[in-house]
């Protein structure tokens, strides 16, 4: 099989794995970040259409970046489902493994934990974290009313404890501005979206918001496309970098989109069904209406932009 992208067991000139961006590229640095935790659908396909139609007519750099933290949940299949998919949808990337071995060897996140763990031990020397050993079920009991998080956010229990996670305490009435690309700023009440977000989970890992906030600093990631259910994660992970200092995260433009639906009106999710990119690839299925569905768009979003 062909790969799609100039990128393979080594990062292209220019740009560093674990760096800042260093391309000569004079539009934004944007990003497909899938997750290997089942078979992408519809959904995924279009944000990844999008994200490069957009980076493409700006002028723009295109990474892809598997968000492999979680192993518990990834398997071969599902990696290996991530570059057909891009294949058959005729993406090309500029940045980013070119298949499996070198994800595996050089663009896997298991070789930028230590970047993850020195911003959690940041976090937590300012005060920002606190334990909890609560299931998410218990959590929901125990909190008091009108207090949507957890009663150990006064830091009463040991970060090493026992199955505890590493939360991050959101003041409340945290209020934060997204620079959406197309309709400027927009405020999100994180605390109502958000409420103390898990940064390092049970096993001792860190947490989505911390690795992809990492990863997007380090890549020098400026244009994030993402669905409209995620905007709670880009208030989260702008919270975070103002927390941490991290100040170029600031210029980070955002697109949120909508999201599309099955056949039964439910919102899409990873699976084997019918839904799933795989089964319209073994069906012979064209991605044609998928790749009109994202010229819309796009074109809908430049011109509000003013492009």
């Known amino acids: 099989m062909v790969r799609k992208g100039r990128a393979g067991s080594s990062p292209a000139p220019g740009t560093a794995v674990n760096g800042s961006r260093a391309d000569a590229a004079p539009g934004p640095r944007g990003r497909i970040a899938p997750t290997p935790s089942g078979y992408l659908h519809a959904g995924n396909a279009f944000n990844f259409l999008l994200t490069e139609r957009l980076v493409r007519h700006l002028g723009g750099h295109l990474l892809l970046r598997i968000d492999d933290l979680d192993v518990g949940r990834m398997r071969p299949e599902f990696v290996e489902d991530i570059f057909r998919s891009l294949e058959w949808l005729g993406i090309a990337w500029d940045d980013g493994p070119s298949g499996p071995d070198a994800l595996e060897r ?3 996140q298991r070789h930028r934990s230590p970047q993850y763990r020195k911003c959690l031990s940041e976090l937590r020397e ?10 998410r079920t218990s959590l929901l009991e125990d909190r008091s009313p009108g207090k ?6 006064s830091g009463d229990l040991p ?4 199955g505890a996670v590493w939360r991050l305490r959101v003041p409340e009435d945290t209020r934060i501005v997204i620079q959406q690309f197309d309709k400027g700023g927009e405020e999100v009440d994180l605390m109502s979206v958000m409420p103390d977000p898990v940064l390092r989970v049970r096993d001792g890992r860190p947490g989505y918001q911390i690795a992809s906030l990492c990863d997007d600093l380090v890549q020098g ?14 208030a989260c ?7 941490l200092g991290r100040t170029a995260f600031m210029d980070v433009r955002f697109v949120h989109h909508g999201l599309i639906f099955g056949q039964d009106g439910l919102k899409l999710s990873k699976s084997a069904g019918a839904d799933s990119l795989k089964a319209m690839r073994e069906r012979n299925a064209d991605p044609t209406v998928l790749k009109a569905m994202a010229d819309k768009k796009a074109m809908e979003i430049l011109e509000a932009h003013g492009d």
């Open 221 to 234: 990631i400026d244009l994030i496309v993402r669905g409209a259910d995620l905007l709670p994660s880009s």
């Open 148 to 153: 949507p998080y957890c009663a150990h956010r």
């Open 237 to 243: 992970q702008t919270h975070l970098a103002r927390v």
């Open 159 to 162: 970060f090493d404890a026992p």
């Open 106 to 108: 050089v663009w896997s």
């Open 126 to 135: 300012r005060g920002a974290l606190y334990a909890c050993d609560h299931s």
